[in-house]
């Protein structure tokens, strides 16, 4: 799905840099000379999930933004997370033009 939606994004015309997961995600942040414009994260992932991800970026980086891929967000648990409430979810599945 990852390299997937860093296809499109490109073949678009953006700049992409796609790591395997969120732990990457914060080396990343941390050594990049210039923060992204957005991250992009799924909420269920192994290791550190998206919605800690999302709240470690958020407290080191704020103002970075932020969105949510998932195919989770309608459960109960991903539903309570205080995140869902800032952080917009583009609910899986998705086409390029959605």
């Known amino acids: 799905m990852r390299r997937w939606v860093s296809r499109i994004l ?3 015309g953006y700049d992409v840099v796609d790591v395997e997961d969120g732990a990457a995600a914060l080396a990343l942040m941390r050594d990049a000379r ?6 992009m994260t799924d909420i269920v992932m192994p290791g550190v999930n ?5 709240e470690d970026i958020e407290r080191q980086w704020p ?3 932020l969105l949510f891929v998932s195919g989770f967000a309608g459960s109960a648990s991903v ?3 205080a995140m869902l409430a800032r952080v917009p979810v583009l ?3 998705f ?3 959605r």
């Open 79 to 81: 539903r309570a997370s």
């Open 95 to 97: 086409t390029p033009s």
């Open 34 to 39: 210039q923060r992204p414009a957005l991250v």
């Open 63 to 65: 103002g970075t933004r």
């Open 50 to 54: 998206g919605t800690r991800l999302a």
């Open 91 to 93: 609910q899986k599945p």
């Open 10 to 12: 490109r073949a678009r």
